[in-house]
Nanobody
């Protein structure tokens, strides 16, 4: 099985940066970062294909967020720059361990394992 533990959430001013961490156990093939604000659907903000070494971002995020992986530390990171108040949400990492086939990297329903979340609050 897979265990995921996020950390790094905080309260920041608009324009600031934060780096979230996700310590992961298990043989992960895809890792996604998602966020959910109160009353809104869970949204994919970044994902990584560990089989083919690829990263994915939605158009609204691309250029501000960067997903990375430190294999030696079994840790995934989400670096968020130029944060905006609308980035305020609970952020989750999620993992998938089976072979990837027509995998929808930014779709929450694609993932099997989820962390507990870490809160990011951006004030104007």
């Amino acid at each position: 099985q897979v265990q995921l533990v996020e950390s790094g959430g905080d309260s920041v001013q608009a324009g600031g940066s934060l780096e979230l961490s996700c310590v992961a156990s298990g043989n992960i093939r895809a890792l996604g970062w998602f966020r959910q604000a109160p009353g809104r659907e869970r949204q994919g903000v970044a994902a990584m294909n560990l089989d083919a070494v690829g990263t994915y971002y939605p158009p609204s995020i691309k250029g501000r967020f960067t997903v990375s992986h430190d294999n030696a530390k079994n840790t995934f990171y989400l670096l968020m720059n130029n944060l905006k108040p609308e980035d305020t949400a609970m952020y989750y990492c999620a993992a998938y361990i089976r072979p990837l086939s027509a995998f929808r990297f930014l779709e929450p329903s694609s993932y099997t394992f989820w962390g507990q979340g870490t809160q990011v609050t951006v004030s104007s």
